[in-house]
């Protein structure tokens, strides 16, 4: 298939880039990986287990914990400057704020990874920004 795919980028006068070029093997959390070897013309093909296309991390497990990693440090950073700004701006101008810098970014994608074990972290820090810019402390349980 490999070789179809090289024969067809020649045909088109294109050129693959086997330094910014990588394949990912998927598998389950079990399953250990065999070391496959992709090469065309003495040019290897390197694999990877984490990879970001279209704005998503991506990882050979499709668990997306380094998707909402990344994620939740985004949303913090955009917390920080909420609570760093609320006393001097109107809440319409921090809703305005929220939904371009928190609201954008959480959705961006959330049909993959919103199922994921790891996606409550999104949620927490959502409902803690919007509990900045309300100025409401979170609730207490006895």
């Known amino acids: ?3 179809d795919l090289n024969t067809w980028f020649d045909n088109n ?3 693959l880039n086997f330094d910014k070029t990588q394949y990912m093997e998927f598998k389950t959390k079990k399953h ?3 070391n496959m070897e992709v090469q065309h013309n003495l040019n290897y093909i390197t694999n990877t287990s984490v990879t970001k296309f279209l704005g998503l991390i991506i990882d050979d ?3 997306w914990n380094q998707h909402i990693l990344q994620l939740t440090k985004k949303m913090t950073t ?3 400057a909420l609570r760093f700004v609320k006393h001097s701006l109107p809440l319409q101008t ?3 704020i929220y939904h371009a810098y928190v609201h954008s970014i959480m ?3 959330i049909i993959f990874w919103g199922t994921s074990t ?3 972290k999104v949620s927490v820090l959502q409902k803690k920004t919007i509990r900045i810019m309300n100025n409401k402390r979170p609730k207490r349980l006895l």
């Open 78 to 80: 955009a917390c920080y």
């Open 107 to 109: 959705c961006y994608g």
């Open 61 to 63: 497990t499709l668990t």
């Open 13 to 15: 006068l294109l050129k």
């Open 94 to 96: 921090l809703k305005i």
């Open 118 to 120: 790891e996606a409550n």
């Open 32 to 34: 250990f990986s065999h």
């Open 1 to 3: 298939m490999f070789e």
